[in-house]
């Protein structure tokens, strides 16, 4: 994925570490499911992430232009169409919707796209120009967020992939009897159980962050 993400990987090694080695009180958890069956612990703070606090800030602020915005190449009409259309549906029927929606648009890395080694871009961004890993799970977030998903239901996940051993990035999904996984690099949605090959490291939302442990 970026450099950034291996320092952050290395950083959370040394905390899982530090973890096990003093005894911590209690965890609050996700409702009824761990995720990739982890311990996770739930964390408040986004000092470590300034990436996903500009997220956040600068997609509240954003305002398309035509400018920022171009006819023919910007496909935020495009997005907000896909969103006025799925909304009263069944939160699966817009998971699976949103899912498709965003894995139509390119793979791109963020050298290319912004002159960078990490950047993590904005609905408007990514609609404009692509995006790599963590930028496919940051507008599927924000679609279902404006689909009415609430945060405590949703987090963008940093896991590190067992097989091509490389970090990556995908949206997972809270529901009832399930957590099921956004991913750029497969096309349907699929629940956590069926995955064998993702670690996660970190996982966050708008509202808290999760450390995971085995």
Known sequence: MKIVVYIWIHVFAYLVGAAFSVATAAENHSPDHKLFSTREERKEGFSIFPQWVSVMRRHAEDRPTPENCPVNLCKVPEWLDMISSMRGHAPREQV????????????????????????????????????DCEDFAIIKYFSLRQLGIPAESLRVVVVQDANLRIPHAVLAVYMRDDIFILDNQVREVVSHQKIAHYVPVFSLNERNWWMHLP
């Open 96 to 131: 699976a919707v949103v899912n498709d929606f965003s894995n139509r648009f390119r793979y791109v890395l963020d050298q290319d796209n912004y002159g960078r080694s990490d950047y993590w871009a904005i609905p408007r961004e990514f609609l404009t120009l692509g995006g």
